[in-house]
């Protein structure tokens, strides 16, 4: 069987906070990276929150579907490699179920496309 990807239908943003007190739970699409520097939030653009140190919109993902054993390696690095042959940069998130990888909304058909042509289906 074949790695099978899924698009996400919201139109995403990836944006650095200064607090994470204005981060809202409650919504369905959140990703979170808190380190010694920074708060990252990517979020559906709608749901961005308006207190925003940066924030860059535009970005649309896919998730490799099902659970991801951890012992599995290469996966993410295969499908980047694929887009980066396609000049198409990528915002990775990983999950303890799975990876998501967001590109610019212009290039979504693009490397759709190019992962398709590889041999990685999408499901609806």
Known sequence: ???EL????DALTVCKLRSTA???LSRELYFIG???EEISLVCKTEETPLDTLERSDGWRGFRIQGVLDFSLTGILSKLSEILAAQKIGIFAVSTYNTDYILVKAENLEKAVRALENAGY???Q
């Open 34 to 36: 808190r380190t010694d």
């Open 6 to 9: 899924k698009l996400l239908p």
């Open 22 to 24: 204005v981060i809202d």
């Open 121 to 123: 289906p999408f499901i």
């Open 1 to 3: 069987m074949s790695t």
